[in-house]
T-cell receptor, first 114, second 110 residues
Framework: KAGVTQTPRYLIKTRGQQVTLSCSPI?????VSWYQQTPGQGLQFLFE???????NKGNFPGRFSGRQFSNSRSEMNVSTLELGDSALYLC?????????????FGSGTRLTVV | KNEVEQSPQNLTAQEGEFITINCSYS?????LHWLQQHPGGGIVSLFM???GKKKHGRLIATINIQEKHSSLHITASHPRDSAVYIC????????????FGGGTRLMVKP
């Protein structure tokens, strides 16, 4: 079966712009979570969606937002980009929350803000 | 102090050696995950544990809930095991969101 698909794989944006990243989960998975990975901070949780509802949000500013559609596909949006937003953005899908089922990760979107 | 601590941060081993990576956490958890990340960024989920021990091929993961500690063991290590290994916990006090350790960078030399 197809894995978790993230698009685009690479992205270069200018400070002040906004960006939208997409994540298509494994068929049947209803939970999608997003993570930011930087060399300085490591992996950090952004938010989690389940059945189109945000279930959890990490400690990130309001410039970071997301949504989930009825087919479980999810998007995250970052507005007014800053240089520090340069990172690898990963999404993961699971049947339920990670306390009940394992995650499958996508390959990530590498965002560079210049 | 970080809620999830891994040791060692870096590890170099010779092919065939037995490897142990440790993870200690300070929060209440409902599950613990071991992840593997290869250069290029892709992450693979190795284990999800809430108690006891799990084995998959040459990999073994254990967890001691009372001591808040987990270990990942690799038997008969191979150069293809070279990767970053990350421990992540489902934090009971934070809606079960994942909190990550800093990772252990493993290099296995032939």
């Amino acid at each position: 079966k197809a894995g978790v698909t993230q698009t685009p794989r690479y992205l270069i944006k200018t400070r002040g712009q906004q960006v939208t990243l997409s994540c298509s989960p494994i068929s049947g998975h209803r939970s999608v979570s997003w993570y930011q990975q930087t060399p300085g901070q490591g992996l950090q949780f952004l938010f989690e969606y389940f059945s189109e509802t945000q279930r959890n949000k990490g400690n990130f500013p309001g410039r970071f937002s997301g949504r989930q559609f009825s087919n479980s596909r999810s998007e995250m949006n970052v507005s007014t980009l800053e240089l520090g937003d340069s990172a690898l953005y990963l999404c993961a899908s699971s049947l339920d929350q990670g306390s009940k089922s394992a995650y499958t990760f996508g390959s990530g979107t590498r965002l560079t803000v210049v | 102090k970080n809620e999830v601590e891994q040791s060692p941060q870096n590890l170099t081993a010779q092919e065939g050696e037995f490897i142990t990576i440790n993870c200690s956490y300070s929060v209440g958890i409902s599950a613990l995950h071991w992840l593997q990340q290869h250069p290029g960024g892709g992450i693979v989920s190795l284990f999800m544990l809430s108690s006891g021990k799990k084995k998959h091929g040459r990999l073994i993961a254990t967890i001691n809930i009372q001591e808040k500690h987990s270990s990942l063991h690799i038997t008969a290590s191979h150069p293809r095991d070279s990767a970053v290994y990350i421990c992540a916990v489902c934090n009971n006090n934070a809606g079960n969101m994942l909190t990550f350790g800093g990772g252990t960078r493993l290099m296995v030399k032939p």
